[in-house]
């Protein structure tokens, strides 16, 4: 992050008015129902009946360039426009500071609310796994990983023991169930397709949005 509104972390959070023809004036947010957050998206927010659940993980997935990181960004910015922080860990750089200035006005405000982390290999996305509970005690409305499956797969390609790596994968994945059921705080992540041989179902504590 290169830009001086990705680099500040506390200031006075504010709201300014939606202009007209911007990209949220067909998304708007709906009041949410009861265990739900509003997507960010009026027809997603229809789609879903009110929005993500709070006690479950959400799947966005779809083919590259298909929106999945949009469809975050405009969740994160409704929960931290309700006053709650987002903590966002993005494995593959796909957050843009412009795109999120192109959406919300008060972007620096809403960058004030998001907590980001950076891992740039499997290691360090394990350590911030392991930073979760700490972060989470910290007002935390909503957590986004996108995308989890990205330093898996450059993991998986240059390692032997790949039984060690999908068991890590499934404690990183088993923690943010825990997370979403225990504190009640909603979850989405977006992996490739090529993960989804897991079949996630929300009997299961999973529900699935696609792109």
Known sequence: MSTDGQTRIRTVFRTNPIPPGSFLNWACFMPPMSGKIPSGNAVFDQLLQGGFETDIITTIYGPAGSGKTNVC???????A?????????????????????????????????????QPLTFDEQKESFQKLRELTAE??????????????????GKTDDIYEVN?????????????????????????????????????????????
């Open 73 to 79: 960004m405009l969740c994160a910015i409704g929960v």
């Open 81 to 117: 426009r309700s006053g709650r922080k987002v903590l966002y860990i993005d494995t593959d750089n796909s957050f843009s500071v412009l795109r999120l200035q192109q959406i919300a006005p008060e972007y620096l405000g809403i960058l004030d609310k998001m907590v980001f982390l």
């Open 139 to 156: 007002n935390i409305g909503l957590i986004i990983v996108d995308s989890i499956s990205m330093l898996y797969r450059l993991e998986i």
């Open 167 to 211: 068991k890590e994968l499934g404690l990183q994945l088993g923690y943010l169930t825990e997370l979403a059921r225990k504190l009640h705080i909603p979850v989405c992540w977006s992996p490739t397709r090529s993960m989804l041989t897991l079949r996630t179902r929300k009997t299961s504590g999973w529900s699935a949005a696609t792109c």
